[in-house]
């Protein structure tokens, strides 16, 4: 009978390492379904449990109704920080065979427990498809964190949830068209948008770009040319379809981090971010510049650097250093280029001069990390699609 199971001891069993004990331990548990619930909960939230909690947490997703029940609630008690996280982490491997429960959760009464179904269907992706409706509510949600969460769920559902969306933008209800708004941009960008909404973007655009002020670039690739002749570097480099864009995110679209990136299998090469007038210099800003780790590509960059420096008189390029723990300088100058470097390891660009020991007298360039919102600008920013992003084939490996 149920009552006579020694929980403690198949709780002993399943912690062995052993896997001829561990392995009928966890057998015995799926056979009692929702009766061995509560003692693999005791464990997952004891902090001083001998079994891992990970395992228990494995165990428990596999238990039924009764598991997710008392996960979620577990979800929506005010338990100390550890616990609370290890049922946070529980509850989000439930997918499509508790769905009723997880649109049920969407209408909890915790935030925890909304958030965490969202989650939930998030990872399903285009699967959750019928859970459109139910997570679009969430966009109105009073929680900022379930209002995030719905916003990136629907964003993994995919452009199927784009005539929802777009409908709430046209008749609400209010307070979740703003949210609409953005999760139509983060799926298709603004040419998923209506057209009244796409003028509404252009406005944007123009707002943000009048009040632009510089920011440092760090890890993102870029090229430095004197001036500001946007438009010569736009026809030398072959850039197309340029659109106005201000300075924060167009550094995102640079990195191939936002909607704008065409699909291809180097996002980071796609666009490039071409700068106003910083400082009296105009940088294009794109992981199609950057030359690390790709022979091919550090030659690509070499010669642009020489056709820029041929039009501009000198070009310096900048290789971000990012998490790859390196960075690079290399200038050139009436179509040569006259020197390269790579800092490497814990070296900062401020500890020593990068054209050290080196034999020019050319005077160093703008250094990107140095640019802030006193430096000098004039003019707009652009955003283009580089020969990359325009013509390489388009990638099929989404995720």
């Known amino acids: 009978m149920i009552t006579e199971v020694d929980f403690d001891g198949l709780i002993s069993d399943l912690a062995s390492p052993d896997k001829a004990i561990w392995r009928p331990a966890r057998d015995r548990f799926k056979e009692l379904g929702d009766a061995g619930v509560p003692a693999l909960m005791a464990e997952l939230l004891d902090e001083e449990s001998p079994l891992d909690w990970a395992q228990a947490g494995l165990l428990l997703r596999e238990l039924g109704d009764a598991a997710f029940c008392a996960i979620r609630d577990a979800v929506a008690a005010d338990l100390p920080q550890e616990p609370a996280r290890r049922a946070r982490w529980t509850f989000g491997g439930f997918f499509g065979e ?25 990872r399903m992706e285009a699967e959750a498809l019928p859970a459109t409706g139910a997570l679009i509510r969430l966009l109105g949600d009073p929680d900022p964190d379930v209002r995030q969460r719905a916003i990136w769920a629907l964003e993994e559902l995919g452009p199927g949830t784009l005539d929802a969306l777009r409908k709430v933008r046209e008749s609400g209800p209010g307070a979740c068209r703003a949210n609409a708004f953005k999760a139509i941009m983060n799926i298709g960008g603004p040419e998923a948008l209506s057209e009244k909404d796409r003028a509404l973007w252009r406005r944007h655009l123009g707002a943000k770009a009048a009040a632009d002020r510089p920011q440092e670039i760090w890890e993102n690739s870029c090229i430095a040319v004197p001036g500001g002749d946007q438009q010569a570097v736009l026809e030398l480099l072959d850039f197309s379809d340029p659109s106005p864009m201000y300075f924060d995110l167009g550094l995102a679209v640079a990195s191939g981090s936002w909607w704008t990136v065409p ?7 796609a666009e490039a971010f071409v700068t106003p007038e910083v400082d009296g210099w105009t940088l294009i800003v794109s992981g199609w510049c950057y030359p690390a780790w790709d022979d091919e590509w550090y030659a690509r960059t070499r010669d642009v650097m020489r056709r820029l420096s041929e039009r501009f008189g000198v070009a310096w390029g900048f290789a971000g250093r990012g998490y790859g723990g390196t960075a690079a300088w290399a200038c050139a100058k009436n179509g040569d280029l006259i020197w390269e470097r790579e800092v ?49 084939p388009r990638s099929t490996d989404q995720c």
């Not at 959760?105 to 958030?115: G, K």
């Not at 699909?263 to 090469?269: G, I």
């Not at 006193?374 to 390489?392: C, E, F, I, Q, V």
Request: glycine letters at 8%.
């Open 98 to 122: 508790h769905w009723d429960r997880l649109i049920e959760s969407l209408e909890h009464p915790s935030a925890d427990v909304r958030a965490c179904a969202a989650l939930c269907l998030q």
């Open 263 to 269: 699909e291809v299998e180097h996002e980071q090469r």
């Open 344 to 392: 490497t390891d814990d070296d900062e660009w401020g500890d020593a001069d990068p054209t050290e020991g080196i034999d020019t007298d050319e005077p160093l360039g703008i250094d990107p990390t140095t640019l802030s919102e006193k430096t000098p600008m004039r003019g707009t920013g652009l955003r283009a699609l580089t020969p990359y992003g325009r013509d390489a």
